[in-house]
């Protein structure tokens, strides 16, 4: 017989779930403890807080000004670089690309139908071209449908001089150069620029007087332009300055200003204005003030100490729990016999059966242990008759007329007498029954004690026998040969 396998050990989860369930009284008690010094704890905690929280002083309301002032420069901040953001992602210097560009340059020549004064208050006039609302929203909207017109001025370049060859001119040159973007038409472009001229010649024409403009060239050149990478690099870092500068002040902030930064700037999404949401922030501000409790409800805070319902659940089910866990480490790690076939399951030595008394004595162990339950758990036990009626048919079947019924454990006073009415009743039987018990540890029993035992029933005691000593004792006997006619199991 392999000796590991007594090092083993079986858990049956319906006998620990029994066992717990004999032990509801307990699991109760525990619960309850648990429940009054943890609510307790928390009571004392909520009452140090509500100590603390006092009507609002100057002091306070010099808190409240703080907190608009912080959390007002946040939003500030905020909104100058989502603006900057938005404007870039939606500018024609974001969607052009710049390394591998087109350039065009077309000229236009203009001439007032009254030179002198007029030319040159029309050349101011067609210089100013570029600021011209519908003159930039015909031209942007040609290159894409999705783009922030003003954006145009970035891409462009406009100046108007007036004739400089002779004294009294009457005729200027209007040059507009513009990078387009990759696969522009630029015979289509420059449609759709002379278009938008001629209907900014006619607006002009009510300050300027009756003009004429017509197209004299256009040079398209093709490569890169490095002052339109310089711009859009010093937009790009114009915007990564405004969302570090943000950010630094929105970490700095407590975490209760933080969630009302983040909870206005959800509520004004898509306004992008100071005014807005700083007007929203002192509504906010205000709310507060009226409504003291929301804010201690907002900031995680309370001013009122009492017993909480769920402390007193948590608690309980703390108290259920350590229980649970203590009495499954006691299960586990203190290894003595439980059940009648303990010593069946790891050697095959027959089991004949048990006897189950309820063997709690004390009023701790009767609190703990509910008689009910514990009866419910051991019904399958049997009767001092039974139990002999079965161990003299045992030792019929073996052919022996004597026995030793060798204990393994502590017998207690029924125990003992449970033991001395099955060794009367054998012997009225015509079997001769001794009892060895070994009651202080296997190890301090001598060898000797072994040599004289011929046949032999292993006693279990519940509670009582430990696995150690049982396999030390089952072990000897297989050693001097004795004949293990089998096992039974008292608890009492």
């Given at each position: ?228 990478i310089k711009a859009r690099n010093k937009r790009v870092a114009e915007i990564v300055t ?57 900031t995680g805070g309370g001013t009122t100490a009492g017993f909480s319902v769920k402390y ?181």
């Open positions: 017989m392999d000796k590991e396998r007594f090092n083993e050990q079986e858990i049956d989860l319906i006998d620990i779930f029994l066992r717990l369930l004999e032990q509801w009284r307990g699991l109760l008690a525990a619960g309850i403890c648990c429940a009054i010094v943890f609510s307790l704890v928390m009571y004392i905690r909520s009452a140090a807080t509500a100590v603390q929280a006092q009507p609002q002083t100057t002091e306070e309301k010099q808190v409240a000004s703080d907190d608009y002032s912080a959390i007002g420069t946040a939003l500030t901040q905020y909104t100058d670089y989502i603006v900057l953001k938005e404007s870039y992602d939606r500018s024609l210097l974001k969607k052009v690309d710049y390394s591998d560009c087109v350039t065009v340059t077309s000229l236009y020549r203009f001439e007032s139908a009254d030179p002198g004064e007029n030319l040159y208050t029309m050349v101011q006039l067609y210089a100013n071209i570029v600021n011209d609302t519908d003159f930039n929203t015909t031209l942007a909207k040609s290159l894409y449908k999705d783009v922030d017109t003003d954006s145009l001025r970035d891409i462009m370049i406009v100046s108007a001089v007036a004739d400089n060859t002779v004294q009294d001119p009457t005729y200027g040159i209007l040059s507009v150069s513009v990078t387009l973007p990759e696969g522009t038409d630029t015979n289509e472009w420059n449609k759709t620029l002379t278009g938008a001229v001629d209907i900014y010649r006619d607006k002009i024409s009510g300050a300027a007087g009756p003009n004429t403009i017509e197209p004299v060239s256009s040079i398209a050149k093709r490569g890169n332009d490095v002052e339109l405004a969302k570090a500068l943000y950010d630094k002040t929105f970490t700095a902030l407590t975490k209760e200003r933080q969630a009302i930064v983040e909870e206005i700037i959800a509520d004004k999404a898509g306004e992008y204005n100071t005014e807005s949401y700083l007007n929203a922030l002192e509504s906010k501000l205000a709310e507060t003030e009226q409504n003291p409790e929301a804010e201690a409800s907002a007193v659940i948590l608690g309980f089910i703390i108290g259920v729990f350590i229980y649970a866990c203590a009495y499954m480490a006691y299960f586990i790690f203190i290894r003595i016999v439980r059940e009648e076939s303990d010593l069946e399951n790891v050697s095959g030595v027959r089991n004949f059966g048990g006897i189950y008394e309820y063997p709690y004595k004390g009023w701790l162990q009767t609190f703990l242990h509910d008689k009910k339950v514990y009866g419910f758990r051991t019904r399958k036990g049997k009767d001092i008759t039974s139990l002999t009626d079965d161990l003299e048919a045992g030792l019929k079947f073996a052919d022996c007329d004597n026995v030793t019924i060798l204990s393994v454990g502590k017998l207690t006073d029924r125990t003992e007498n449970i033991t001395g009415q099955q060794i009367s009743d054998l012997e009225t039987r015509n079997i001769k029954a001794s009892v060895l018990n070994i009651s202080e540890g296997a190890d301090k029993v001598r060898d000797s004690e072994y040599t004289g035992i011929g046949n032999v029933i292993i006693l279990l005691l519940g509670n009582e026998t430990r696995w150690r000593d049982l396999s030390l004792v089952y072990f000897k006997l297989r050693e001097y040969n004795a004949n293990i006619i089998g096992s039974e199991y008292i608890e009492a």
